[in-house]
């Protein structure tokens, strides 16, 4: 089972094998949760990772795999880079605890520009076959499945991308759409040929499912951020784990180097086993010897090669190229962890922002119920918009400047009106002083005056014709989105406009008949 060149090598076995005895007796452990202290247990059957991870005959402990799917002591390629490869791996046995974390470190990688299919997780009732239609798995299954689709089957541009799909064994899987009709929820992310292997962490306790990516850039264990979040998920009470990957006209390596899994429980329900007395003084005994054996071995092995202890004194400086790398890696780190820290915080005050619309939302649609339909709201900021019903900030100032626009055409209209009106006095003024002889107007300077009115009426309906024309373009952008329109009424009525009208005509008609009149009197003179 272990290497023949390595020195000590069944003792070193044997202490390892009893010190993961002794920690499974105690791994139990406390860490606060969101809704309070939350036990973690790991549970090694459903687990694996390496070293030793498949046995001489090629099976993993506690794990079945088939289809192309091949094991060794480092990994498990579930699918190779080979044209419609397809593999999987399943538990043996179904799970006995309601909530889990599983954390997987996998690498998809290959030479093309764009991979193909995926790998995916599954928790499902049943197991799945090993040549299947959806990423090597069966279709119609019972229970989750959580895709790492690197192929664009849509065309949209969206790939690599991370999904869960929910199925109660009634639907079959939408290929063409890459699932996006059925989708729970999902996130943008790229994992195919990181400089480290990625990571996933899938949590599922009180039936929130929660999922966190690890990118792949940095060997930093902790560095991960959120991929979704779902609440109010239903799985089934027990079903079995399994990975499972496919490969097409293009072929991506899919190798998965950890799979590890522990079982969440709620304050108080879990009561720990202790161990017998006999048998963990037993194991604490052994593990002892064991090590004081392996001590003893170390020393000898330091006496019969005493050249292997010499340092080198190379080693213990750093030179120019060295100290060069490392000073560029360290303000690259300095540079990402920074990033990452704009990145939280940005998705905080965007989560900030979600909430306060919501809860607006939900204050309005209660307005509504209580007394009637709610007044339209206009939600005003850089974020992206809660729903159909708000606007953008360069919209509001497009509906600002049509009103001062408005505002300033009324009060050129007015003034306009007033001056007609101050003329039409002074005509009507200057009539009542002149002598009673009056001569008629006609010909040629009543067909003027026809003339000038028709001119007169053309600009009016040009200027009231634009100003319209300007109001539909302002006013385009948020009467398309169904959230504000501009006022249909118009400032100007009907009868204000005849108004208008008529008096412009009786102040020519006036000053045609007023001119008319003092050319009759001068006329006397001669």
């Known amino acids: 089972m272990f290497p023949k060149g390595l020195t000590c090598s069944g003792s070193a076995a044997s202490l390892l094998l009893i010190g993961l005895l002794v920690a499974l007796g105690t791994n139990l452990e406390r860490v606060s949760g969101d809704a309070g202290l939350v036990h973690r247990r790991f549970e090694y059957k459903y687990s694996f990772k390496p070293p030793y991870l498949a046995q001489k005959d090629g099976t993993v402990p506690f794990w079945e795999y088939g289809g192309h799917a091949i094991a060794s002591s480092e990994n498990v390629r579930i699918a190779p880079s080979l044209r419609s490869q397809k593999g999987a791996i399943w538990t043996k046995q179904k799970t006995n605890f309601d909530w889990w974390e599983v954390e997987i470190v996998f690498r998809v990688s290959g030479r093309g520009r764009i991979g193909a299919d995926g790998l995916a997780f599954w928790y499902t009732a049943e197991k799945g076959s090993y040549l299947g239609d959806v990423f090597g798995s069966s279709d119609q299954w019972v229970g989750l499945g959580i895709f790492f689709d690197s192929f664009d089957n849509d065309n949209k541009h969206n790939n690599p991308y991370i999904s869960a799909v929910l199925n109660d064994g009634t639907r079959q899987f939408d290929h063409q759409n890459d699932g996006s009709t059925q989708l729970l929820s999902g996130c943008l992310r790229d994992f195919r040929n990181k400089p480290f292997p990625t990571r996933a962490k899938i949590e599922y306790y009180n039936n929130i499912l929660t999922v966190l990516f690890h990118n792949g850039m940095t060997n930093n264990d902790q560095n991960y951020e959120m991929c979704f979040r779902a ?86 400086f750093e030179d120019f190229n060295e100290r060069e790398l490392r000073q560029i890696w360290e303000a690259q780190t300095n540079t990402f962890e920074q990033l990452r820290t704009l990145s939280s915080k940005l998705d905080e005050v965007i989560g900030r922002q979600e909430r306060t619309l919501g809860l607006l939302s939900v204050s309005a649609q209660a307005g509504g119920a209580a007394g009637g339909a709610p007044p339209p709201q206009i939600a005003v900021g850089g974020g992206g918009a809660a729903g159909g019903s708000s606007i953008m900030r360069h919209e509001v100032d497009a509906l600002l400047q049509n009103q001062n626009v408005m505002v300033q055409t009324v009060r050129e209209i007015r003034s306009i009106i007033g001056e007609v009106h101050a ?36 600009q009016v309906r040009q200027g009231v014709a634009s100003v319209a024309q300007r109001l539909q373009t302002h006013g385009a952008v948020p009467q398309a989105q169904g959230s504000v329109q501009c006022p249909t009424q118009n400032c100007l009525s009907l009868t204000a406009f005849l108004v208008a009208i008529v008096v412009q005509l009786l102040l020519m008609l006036g000053y045609s008949m007023y001119r008319d009149s003092r050319e009759a009197q001068a006329k006397k003179f001669y």
Do not use: C
């Not at 009561?271 to 090590?291: C, F, I, M, N, R």
């Not at 002074?426 to 009056?438: D, E, F, G, K």
């Open 231 to 316: 609440e109010n998920v239903v799985l089934p009470k027990t079903g079995y784990f399994g990975l499972s990957a496919a490969t097409g006209g293009l072929a991506d390596d899919h190798d998965v180097f950890h799979f590890l899994t522990t079982s969440l429980h709620i304050p108080g329900q879990f009561k720990e086993e202790p161990a017998p007395g006999e048998d963990a003084a037993k194991l604490t005994q052994e593990y002892q010897d064991y090590q004081k054996k392996l001590e003893l071995q170390k020393e000898e092995y330091r006496k019969e090669h005493p050249d292997e202890q010499k340092d080198d004194l190379d080693s213990l």
């Open 423 to 458: 003329r039409t006095d002074s005509i009507l003024s200057n009539q009542a002083r002149a002598p009673t002889a009056q001569v008629q107007a006609g010909g040629y300077d009543m067909q003027s005056l026809m003339n000038e009115m028709r001119d007169g009426m053309n």
